[in-house]
């Protein structure tokens, strides 16, 4: 499984676009990459997936460049909502039963 | 729309106790996933079936043993219980199409306190 790197902890004031890069260096072929959202004492919820290029929702967008060692989580125009811990995850979707959690990133959105 | 569900929330155990914790994924998914998230921690896997078999370990103690019943409710079971397996344990289920592994979902957790 590719290791993941996020940033320990963000800060966004209300109404800002929040973009938040993850670095999977060895990423497989067959990787897809996935975010996760986890409030206090509640489970992860699915963000969004993708595999390349970009991918939009109706709460994020996923960018991944061309060579796939990164990806960036963009959170259009946050709001108090929305300070949680996000987690991005790296693994093939194929055998994707070993789905590991790493540091996730903690975001503060300020008023 | 069904979520996944679990009992119980919340659970008080003495040292060397055991405990089950029950997951009853959403209907159709295929596939259940434990999780143990200690405070301040990030979610670590423990163990995962697919089609009532075990298909992946993660850092699960030997104390600790699950199953996946042919209802394709799972239970996790914990013995001699240490006072460090306090933490919220979270049951997710999803379901394999084409070989993909789309969205986990999760249920709200049981809290485990030992004493």
Not at chain 1, 8 to 19: A, F, K, L
Request: proline content about 5%; hydrophobic content about 30%; glycine content about 8%.
């Amino acid at each position: 499984l590719a290791k993941t790197t996020q940033p320990i902890s963000m800060d966004s004031y209300e109404g800002q676009e929040v973009n938040i890069t993850c670095s999977h260096n060895n990423i497989a072929t067959n990787d897809y990459i996935t975010w996760y959202q986890q409030f206090p004492s509640q489970g992860p919820r699915f963000i969004i997936q993708g595999y390349k290029t970009k991918v939009t929702n109706e709460v994020a967008s996923l960018f991944i460049p061309a060579d796939r060692k990164s990806s960036t989580l963009s959170l259009p125009r946050v709001s108090l909502s929305d300070t949680a811990v996000y987690y991005c995850l790296v693994g093939d979707a194929g055998g994707y039963q070993k789905v590991t959690f790493g540091t996730g990133t903690k975001l503060q959105v300020i008023p | 729309a069904a979520g996944v569900i679990q009992s119980p929330r919340h659970l008080i155990k003495e040292k060397r106790e055991t405990a089950t914790l029950k997951c009853y994924p959403i209907p159709r998914h295929d596939t259940v996933y434990w999780y143990q998230q200690g405070p301040g921690q990030d979610p670590q896997f423990l163990i995962s079936f697919y089609e009532k078999m075990q298909s992946d370990k993660g850092s699960i103690p030997d104390r600790f043993s699950a199953q996946q019943f042919s209802d394709y409710h799972s239970e996790l079971n914990m013995s001699s219980l240490e006072l460090g397996d306090s933490a919220l344990y979270f049951c997710a289920s999803s379901l394999i199409l084409d070989g993909y592994t789309g969205e986990l979902f999760f249920g709200e957790g049981s809290r485990l306190t030992v004493l």
